[in-house]
């Protein structure tokens, strides 16, 4: 009996031993999401501000929340809100506050549940060969920009602080990619404020014929994800399981800062070199803070200044801010006013 016992001991400790070293050599596959798989129409635009968006896809964080995830390109990230707004998407990802605060104006029911992305990386591009070596100088000039878009208030900021304003330039619409740096480098304009890459492009094609100025005067603009009111309302776990996957993307990027750069890098085919420099500019966390809304508000004064909405009072932006969706994922990223 004791000699059986020690047979059945010696076999159970050599098959432990194999399959511990089967499960070393292969960790077994972790399971897929077993609840309702929920489908969702994502618009966004070519910005490395979408950044946590290409690493929760090619990470599969969105698939292992159950997510179903079509994605839509826009050339702005006001291109893809209008999208959303007509019913294109679901959802947009990575575009900027300012064409929500443009929309707020319109009474439009949307809100933001969250940012993911603060950054600083539009830039102003303007020819030396038309007399443009310091701020003053471009007083009189063509100065493309891409109207409607935050570009165009960062623009009219500059300006101001230089002891200028828009109707001191002749303002030109600069609407597509291609434009933002042929316009330029072409000599159809004299200046382009835009955002990057394309003002870098736009830079190292004029060489040093270019001057290039940071155009946001040290003021934060947003990456946001934004939808309608009523989607948001009928689809409280689809924002959820969202949220969730852009937060393990947010964290994925901290504890791997080169695979995170290269993911990105890959998803809007951009150039190494450009990565190491805009990877610092952009702080690319979920949240949702009250410098949010303090920008907003900055944005819709100068809006009303400049008469671009026939509004005079500046919207209360508390009512297109959702904030439960992230409340329920990442708690302590909110930290708006009420």
Not at 27 to 55: N, R
Not at 70 to 93: C, H, P, Q
Not at 146 to 170: K, V
Not at 215 to 222: G, I
Request: hydrophobic letters at 45%.
């Amino acid at each position: 009996m004791k000699k059986n016992k020690k047979i059945l001991l010696a076999t159970f400790v050599i098959v432990m031993f194999v399959l511990g070293g089967a499960y070393l050599l292969r960790p077994p596959v972790p399971k897929g999401f077993l609840g309702k798989v929920e489908s969702i129409t994502i618009g966004y635009s070519p910005f490395e501000s979408t950044a946590l968006l290409w690493i929760a896809q090619d990470q599969d964080f969105l698939k292992r929340n159950g997510l179903k995830v079509t994605l839509r390109k826009y050339d702005t990230g006001a291109g893809s809100l209008d999208g959303m707004l007509n019913r294109e998407t679901d959802i947009t990802v990575g575009t900027t506050e300012f064409p929500l605060v443009r929309w707020a104006f319109q009474k439009a029911r949307i809100c933001t549940i969250g940012s993911i992305d603060k950054s600083e990386f539009v830039y102003l591009v303007g020819r030396k060969d038309r007399g443009i070596e310091k701020f003053s100088d471009l007083k009189g000039k063509r100065v493309g920009t891409t109207l409607r878009t935050i570009a165009e208030f960062h623009l009219g900021r500059f300006l101001e602080l230089h002891g200028m304003n828009m109707q001191d330039i002749s303002l030109v619409d600069v609407k597509t990619p291609a434009e933002w740096v042929n316009a330029v480098v072409k000599g159809d304009i004299d200046a382009i404020a835009t955002a990057q890459p394309y003002a870098g492009l736009a830079k190292g094609q004029l060489g040093a014929n270019a001057v290039f100025w940071p155009a946001q005067s040290s003021q934060l603009q947003y990456g946001l994800i934004t939808s309608t009111t009523e989607w948001i309302t009928n689809h409280p776990e689809p924002v959820r399981r969202l949220l969730r996957s852009l937060v393990q993307a947010e964290a994925y990027a901290i504890r791997n800062p080169n695979e995170a750069k290269a993911i990105v890098q890959k998803a809007l085919n951009l150039k190494a070199s450009y990565m190491e420099t805009v990877w610092s500019q952009n702080q690319f966390v979920v949240s949702l803070d009250q410098p949010l809304i303090l920008a907003m508000e900055d944005e819709a004064r100068w809006m009303i200044m400049n008469k671009l909405t026939s509004e005079k009072q500046v919207p209360d932006f508390l009512e297109y801010i959702y904030v439960d969706g992230l409340k329920a994922v990442k708690p302590e990223a909110v930290n708006i006013i009420r």
